[in-house]
Protein backbone atom coordinates (compact mmCIF):
# COMPACT_ATOMS: atom_id res chain seq x y z
CA UNK A 1 0.00 0.00 0.00
CA UNK A 2 0.95 3.37 -0.91
CA UNK A 3 2.15 6.40 1.45
CA UNK A 4 -1.33 7.83 0.12
CA UNK A 5 -2.97 4.96 1.17
CA UNK A 6 -2.04 4.69 4.76
CA UNK A 7 -2.77 8.40 4.83
CA UNK A 8 -6.35 8.05 3.46
CA UNK A 9 -6.79 5.00 6.32
CA UNK A 10 -5.06 7.05 9.39
CA UNK A 11 -7.05 10.26 8.24
CA UNK A 12 -10.79 7.68 8.06
CA UNK A 13 -9.58 6.03 11.76
CA UNK A 14 -8.91 9.54 12.86
CA UNK A 15 -12.37 10.51 11.73
CA UNK A 16 -14.30 7.63 12.97
CA UNK A 17 -12.58 8.23 16.62
CA UNK A 18 -13.84 11.88 16.77
CA UNK A 19 -17.43 11.18 15.38
CA UNK A 20 -17.97 8.01 18.52
CA UNK A 21 -16.68 10.59 21.07
CA UNK A 22 -19.69 12.30 23.29
CA UNK A 23 -21.03 15.33 22.13
CA UNK A 24 -19.79 18.39 23.68
CA UNK A 25 -22.12 19.84 26.77
CA UNK A 26 -22.70 22.87 24.71
CA UNK A 27 -22.35 24.13 21.38
CA UNK A 28 -19.13 25.33 20.33
CA UNK A 29 -18.22 28.12 17.44
CA UNK A 30 -16.02 26.10 15.07
CA UNK A 31 -14.31 29.18 14.20
CA UNK A 32 -13.73 30.16 17.57
CA UNK A 33 -12.07 26.59 18.11
CA UNK A 34 -9.69 26.79 14.41
CA UNK A 35 -8.34 30.15 15.88
CA UNK A 36 -7.43 29.11 19.51
CA UNK A 37 -6.23 25.46 18.17
CA UNK A 38 -3.65 27.17 16.09
CA UNK A 39 -2.70 29.71 18.57
CA UNK A 40 -2.68 27.72 21.63
CA UNK A 41 -2.68 23.90 20.45
CA UNK A 42 -3.95 21.04 22.29
CA UNK A 43 -3.91 23.29 25.33
CA UNK A 44 -6.77 25.74 23.64
CA UNK A 45 -8.39 22.73 22.63
CA UNK A 46 -9.00 21.23 25.69
CA UNK A 47 -9.74 24.52 27.56
CA UNK A 48 -12.46 25.21 25.25
CA UNK A 49 -14.29 22.37 24.97
CA UNK A 50 -13.36 21.95 28.59
CA UNK A 51 -12.05 18.17 27.86
CA UNK A 52 -9.31 15.54 28.76
CA UNK A 53 -10.15 13.54 25.77
CA UNK A 54 -9.56 16.33 22.92
CA UNK A 55 -6.22 17.61 24.82
CA UNK A 56 -4.33 14.00 24.74
CA UNK A 57 -5.04 13.55 20.94
CA UNK A 58 -4.72 16.72 20.03
CA UNK A 59 -1.00 16.75 22.21
CA UNK A 60 -0.60 12.82 21.22
CA UNK A 61 -0.60 13.37 17.38
CA UNK A 62 1.84 16.09 18.35
CA UNK A 63 4.62 14.41 20.52
CA UNK A 64 3.94 11.42 17.72
CA UNK A 65 4.51 13.51 14.80
CA UNK A 66 7.72 14.91 16.74
CA UNK A 67 9.09 11.07 17.21
CA UNK A 68 8.46 9.78 13.82
CA UNK A 69 9.55 13.16 12.00
CA UNK A 70 12.11 14.55 13.75
CA UNK A 71 12.53 18.20 13.04
CA UNK A 72 9.46 18.41 10.30
CA UNK A 73 7.05 16.64 12.89
CA UNK A 74 6.30 19.87 14.75
CA UNK A 75 4.31 21.78 11.73
CA UNK A 76 1.37 19.64 10.85
CA UNK A 77 1.36 18.59 14.70
CA UNK A 78 0.83 22.17 15.47
CA UNK A 79 -1.70 22.48 12.26
CA UNK A 80 -3.72 19.65 13.45
CA UNK A 81 -4.67 21.21 16.58
CA UNK A 82 -6.90 24.21 14.59
CA UNK A 83 -8.27 21.18 12.05
CA UNK A 84 -9.08 18.92 14.51
CA UNK A 85 -11.01 21.76 16.70
CA UNK A 86 -13.38 22.54 13.63
CA UNK A 87 -13.95 19.11 12.96
CA UNK A 88 -14.98 18.35 16.38
CA UNK A 89 -16.77 21.38 16.74
CA UNK A 90 -18.89 20.81 14.03
CA UNK A 91 -19.50 16.75 14.49
CA UNK A 92 -20.80 17.49 17.91
CA UNK A 93 -23.10 20.82 16.80
CA UNK A 94 -24.27 17.97 14.65
CA UNK A 95 -25.61 16.12 17.29
CA UNK A 96 -27.32 18.75 19.50
CA UNK A 97 -29.51 19.00 16.44
Not at 38 to 56: M, T
Amino acid sequence: MSNLGHSAHTAHSAAKIVEELPRLPDKKNPIVAGILGFFFGALGIGLYFQSWKDFFICIGLFIGLLILIPGLGALPGWLFAPVYGIYRAYTSNEKHA
